[in-house]
């Protein structure tokens, strides 16, 4: 009973992560609120892990559905043909640009995530965070940019890199990686589309970074997964695929048609809630405050 109840845990997981790891709402806002309801019966090491490499599930939902657009070496009707055979260019200079963009935060991930982890992780650098780009989020709206760069074949280095900068700006939790990424390309002259495709491509070397980073601790630090731990993983990582295909489908779909201001007003109100419920556990729990 108690394992069926972790596995139903997993799903939840899963699907919170499916959703919020693509809309610019905060995946990790939305994890601490879960972990106030949905404790596992695991220990502190597996459960950091396990906020990151759920991940690769909903890395793996954007290789299926772009693969395409990804993948180098395929003739236009989308057969994969030999390395020296075909080459499309465009794509090729696509990832070097997605590279350029990583570099910043992955560089900056490295040295710096154990800090992080242990001084911002918590609810209210969660919370100010939310609001503070929700109201960004509403701001840029209200006053729109004609985008100049419409298909990711026109996106230039230069736009790749203010990306990129923008993109060390989600290491702090509650900042979303694809909210801070997409704020950066549309300030930048990306269209809305453009911007949110062009996040969503980052996230591939950018999540298998921090996967394999999160991983190589875990184990470097002497733990060993126990069976349900996997379990509970890899169901995890498989509805997180599951929900991300919808989920990409879904902001694709939307932002042809609307604005990102509902996504900041939705920041702001989960950062209110965040704070309400750190300011319940801090007065009536007594919870420590946040590390300095």
Known sequence: MDFILEILKAVVYGVIEGITEWLPISSTGHMILAEQVLKFQFSDAFMEMFRVVIQLGAILAV???????????????????????????PVMHLWFKIIAACLPAAVLGILLDDWFDAHLYNSLTVATTLILYGVIFILI??????????????????QAGIVGLWQVLSLVPGTSRSGATII???????????????????????????????????FGDGNQLTGAEVAVLLVGCVVAFLVSMLAIRFLMD????????????????????VLAVWV????????????A
């Open 254 to 273: 939307y932002v042809k048609r609307h604005t990102f201001t509902a996504f900041g007003w939705y920041r702001i109100a989960l950062g209110i809630v």
């Open 184 to 218: 950066g390309g549309t300030l930048c002259g990306m269209s809305r589309p453009c911007a949110s495709q062009f996040t969503f491509f980052l996230a591939i070397p950018v999540m298998l970074g921090a996967s394999g980073l999160k991983l190589v601790k875990f």
């Open 280 to 291: 319940v556990q801090a007065v009536f729990f007594k919870t420590p405050a946040p590390a």
């Open 63 to 89: 290789v299926v559905l772009y693969f395409r657009k990804l993948w180098p070496f395929c003739v236009d009707n989308g057969q994969t043909v030999g390395f020296s055979r075909h080459i499309r260019w």
């Open 141 to 158: 709206e209200r006053r729109p940019r004609p985008p100049r760069t419409a298909k990711l074949s026109r996106i230039t280095y230069r």
